[in-house]
Each structure stands twice: as structure tokens, then as C-alpha cells.
């Protein structure tokens, strides 16, 4: 299986929870530290960490450490992959 394919298949496996997915939407409006991010939420810390390092794994968060806290933050370079790929099987070939 090519590179290209493992990162899809994380990318694709990121995205299949809803937890990530809402941490996504959190991060859309603005950078959040881990913390911040556990508040919004009613599960452990220690599953928040969990889910935060499977998006880093896939690329969709970059998290940045500024003096003791770690930031987080969408990474849309992942997104406009995972579009441009999504988009090849709409395009039929015309001869």
C-alpha cells in the first residue's frame, strides 16, 4: 500500500469518530490547548489526549507548545488533500 493510501486510511479513521470530529469543530473557530478542549467534553482527560494525538497522527491538528501550555490547531493543508483526492472519482474521463 502506497504512503499516500496509510495516511488516508488515518485521516479516514480520525474523522470516523464523533468526539474528533467535534474537536474538529472547536479548533475551526479558534486555537485551543488541551484543556480547554477536555472542558468541552464529558469524558477523561486522558481520552481527550487519546483523541487529540489520533488527529495529530492523521495531520488534520498541529499542536504548538507556547511556555507551558500546547496549543492546538486545524491543519486545512490535510482537508485540501483529502478533497482533491475525494474529487478525482467525480471526473469522468471524456473522449
Given at each position: ?19 474528533r ?46 511556555g ?12 485540501d ?15
Open positions: 500500500m502506497s504512503k499516500y493510501l496509510i495516511k488516508l486510511n488515518l485521516l479516514f479513521k480520525a474523522l470516523n469518530d464523533p468526539t470530529r467535534a474537536i474538529l469543530e472547536l479548533l475551526k473557530n479558534k486555537d485551543l490547548t488541551a484543556g480547554e478542549i477536555a472542558e468541552q467534553f464529558d469524558i477523561s482527560w486522558p481520552s481527550v489526549s487519546h483523541h487529540l494525538e489520533l488527529l495529530k497522527r492523521a495531520g488534520l491538528v498541529i499542536a504548538v507548545k507556547e507551558q501550555y500546547v496549543f492546538y490547531s486545524i491543519n486545512t493543508t490535510v482537508m488533500e483529502m478533497i482533491s483526492w475525494l474529487m478525482q472519482f467525480n471526473k469522468k474521463n471524456k473522449k
